[in-house]
């Protein structure tokens, strides 16, 4: 069982910028692949990034150039840096995790409200 521990959304303005953490105690050399996902109201869950055990990323096209996932081994966490934040990031973030023997596990979320 993988526990994913997210923090750090909340409110900011448009241009500024916010650091995500997702944490898996215990259980972060079991993950192969981790991912930030985001859902705005009314919308469909949509991928943002993924960052491989071997350190490998991608991010998709809306969020190049202002989001960059990275992982700290030695904390067991996987982070989120968004700057340039847009009215348009604005969503709940989850982290999703998949494990080396295929399973995956979400996290509960954390808002992200980006003002005008």
């Known amino acids: 069982q993988v526990k994913l521990v997210e923090s750090g959304g909340g409110l900011v303005q448009a241009g500024g910028s916010l650091q995500l953490s997702c944490a898996a105690p215990?259980?972060?050399?079991?993950?192969?692949?981790m991912a930030w996902h985001r859902q705005a109201p009314g919308n469909e869950r949509e991928l943002v990034a993924t960052i491989t055990s071997r350190g490998r990323t991608f991010a998709e096209d809306f969020v190049k150039g202002r989001f960059t996932i990275s992982r700290d081994n030695a904390k067991n966490t996987v982070y989120l840096q968004m700057s340039n934040l847009k009215t348009e990031d604005t969503a709940v973030y989850y982290c999703y995790a998949i494990t080396f023997g295929g399973r995956s596990y979400w996290g509960q979320g954390t808002q992200v409200t980006v003002s005008s």
């Open positions: 215990g259980s972060f050399s079991d993950i192969d692949v």
